[in-house]
């Protein structure tokens, strides 16, 4: 269980989030706060299954605590993850995917909205991420699309909609004519 207040995370398990942390990023600990990104959280608030990814904005030696870009309920369960470049690249495929269960015909425009710190982590293969989209949506779908600091959206239907870091979220648009 967590002790938190707001987007600042002190304890997990009554021990310093901090100093658990810097546990797990081993040698990455020293390039605190830059690392972190390569190493976000997930949270999921207690009593519920709906999970968010929570990248840290940085580190307060003095408090042992975090700050995220985006709240940690009190008591939620927590988990260390680790940016892995493929599984970034198959989520946005995924996404893609999911767009097109819930509208399966071919869309005419996607706007892709992706966290800047997908961006960050994914460096010069940012391109394979949307190259994957569109082999996904096809060469008929204009894609167009911006960076932002976390998307507000579902994870899966009929989910309230919540602020998500380092995530992909893909909106279509199509035209029917009757």
């Known amino acids: 269980m967590t002790r938190s ?3 600042r ?17 081993g040698k990455y600990a020293d390039e605190l ?6 190493f976000p959280l997930y949270v999921r608030p207690d009593g519920t299954e709906n999970a968010v990814v929570r990248t840290i904005l940085s580190i307060d030696n003095d408090e042992q605590s975090m700050v995220f870009a985006g709240d940690i309920p009190e008591g939620s369960y927590i ?3 680790k940016a892995n470049f493929d599984k970034l690249i198959d989520a946005a495929t995924h996404a893609a995917s999911n767009a ?11 706007l892709l909205i992706s966290c800047v710190g997908r961006k960050l982590i994914l460096g010069k293969r940012i ?12 060469e ?37 004519i009757n």
Request: proline share 4%; net charge negative.
């Open 5 to 7: 207040v707001s987007n």
């Open 9 to 25: 995370l002190y304890e997990i398990d009554n021990k310093s989030a901090l100093e658990l942390y810097k546990q797990y990023l």
């Open 33 to 38: 706060p830059g690392s972190a990104l390569l």
């Open 79 to 81: 988990r260390f993850m």
């Open 100 to 110: 097109l269960i819930q509208f399966p015909a071919k869309p005419k425009l996607a």
């Open 127 to 138: 391109d394979e991420e949307i190259e994957a989209v569109k082999e996904i949506l096809g």
């Open 140 to 176: 008929g779908t204009l894609l167009s699309g911006f960076y932002s600091y976390g998307e507000i959206s579902p994870l899966t239907t009929n989910a309230k909609c919540e602020l998500h870091n380092q995530t992909m979220t893909i909106t279509t648009f199509n035209e029917e």
